[in-house]
């Protein structure tokens, strides 16, 4: 049974892959092999580069953050997983068919990012906001690189309250919607959940572990 439930998984992230490929190969033909290019910044300036480089046999692509900006003193810098993370996010919204989103969508993809970059801090380096701030900025360039639509407002707005009771405290943490950018044939909307922001809340047992 356990040999067989591990096919039936490899077949759903083999058909996110050879999903993500086909996409990719007919992004090659559209733009003739030209590489995609894409820069946003952060609000206190830092830059997020990104050049996509598509190989037309294989479907594979290189995301390159080179000229990505320094790391933060403050809290928003992003681990590599919230880099990773923006990017699959990114590739199932550009894929026109139905797939589960998995690990499969993010395989024809090898990653370059800085060391002791706002992408890629050091250990020592505060990331709290990566999570929330950076991640958005990260969708944003990967959908301005593809030429898939304008930036959403950038950011994921939260709203955080609870109380302190050492026993029986409790928190809750909301994220506030902005607006999503406007398409090739569509436009706008605001007040509405996008990419970061549209997130259900952690599994529990994911936070029992």
């Known amino acids: ?30 733009t003739h092999g030209a590489p995609l290019h894409a820069t946003d910044y952060m ?26 900006g320094p790391e933060a003193f403050g809290n928003w810098n992003a ?4 880099t990773n993370s923006a990017i699959i996010f ?6 026109n068919t139905d797939i589960p989103l998995n690990q499969g969508a993010i395989r024809p993809i090898t990653t370059i990012i800085p060391p002791n970059s706002l992408l ?25 690189a593809f030429g898939a639509c304008a930036a959403s407002q950038g950011c994921m707005n939260n709203l955080t309250f ?4 050492a026993e029986n ?5 909301e994220t506030i919607c902005g607006g999503s950018g406007a398409g090739p044939s569509w436009r706008g909307t605001g007040g509405v959940h996008t990419n970061m922001t549209n997130t259900r809340i952690t599994d529990p047992e994911i936070l029992e572990r």
Not at 1 to 24: G, N
Not at 120 to 144: K, M
Not at 169 to 173: E, I, L, Q
């Open 120 to 144: 890629h801090p050091s250990p020592e380096a505060a990331v709290c906001a990566g999570n929330v701030l950076t991640s958005q900025r990260i969708v944003d360039v990967v959908f301005r």
């Open 43 to 68: 609000d206190d300036g830092t830059r997020i580069q990104l050049k996509v480089t598509i190989d037309p046999s294989s479907g594979g692509a290189v995301f390159d953050f080179t000229g990505t």
């Open 1 to 30: 049974m356990q040999k067989y439930l591990h096919l039936l998984v490899e077949e759903i992230q083999s058909a996110a892959e050879h999903a993500v490929r086909d996409m990719l190969k007919t992004i090659h033909t559209t």
């Open 169 to 173: 405290g409790w928190g809750y943490y």
């Open 79 to 82: 681990p590599i997983a919230i």
């Open 162 to 165: 609870g109380t302190d009771d």
């Open 90 to 95: 990114s590739l199932r919204c550009l894929v």
